[in-house]
């Protein structure tokens, strides 16, 4: 992969990650966004190395999995936007709205929690636990990659 393409899914995670409730609307955030999930199934398939009776039955599972959880997020930036844009709004909320915000994150957050539990779970009923850990370290791996970008070459500054 070269550093155009590189370059490219860092500003695509960079626009999915501020703005993930407008890139749904936003034909080249959507590109961006199908762009980092090629990007995603790619690492995933090199790492796991499935057969194909195994691949068809992991990535409908995959895909279901990755489903729940961008709604889960989605959900929980939802959240967040609402109640501090624009970021001075925090001062004007009470303790008990603050805790209650608080509370609704945190629940969230035990699903993420949860929903990778379940499915990895599943996974390894699929594939076993060594190419499970695999698909955790794959997603790990994607994760690491965009933020080495993002660092290496901020956003601002690329050619």
């Known amino acids: 992969m070269d550093m155009a393409h590189i370059r490219l899914i860092a500003a695509a995670l960079l626009l999915l990650l501020v703005f993930p409730l407008h890139a749904q609307n936003d034909r080249l955030s959507r590109k961006a966004q199908n762009r980092m999930e090629s990007i995603r199934i790619g690492i995933i398939t090199s790492r796991l190395n499935l057969k194909p009776d195994e691949a068809e039955k992991f990535w409908p599972l995959y895909n279901e999995y990755r489903k729940k959880l961008d709604r889960i ?31 609704s994150i945190l629940k969230l957050n035990d699903e993420y929690a949860q929903t990778q539990a379940d499915y990895y779970n599943r996974f390894r009923k699929l594939i076993g636990p060594k190419r499970t850990l695999d ?21 601002g500054k690329q050619d």
Do not use: C, H, W
């Open 73 to 103: 997020l989605a959900d929980r930036m939802q959240i967040i936007e609402s109640r501090y844009i624009p970021e001075d709004s925090i001062s004007n909320i009470s303790d008990a709205e603050a805790e209650k915000i608080l509370g």
């Open 135 to 155: 698909l955790y370290l794959a997603e790990v791996q994607f994760k690491r990659a965009i933020v080495r970008e993002l660092r290496e070459n901020p956003i």
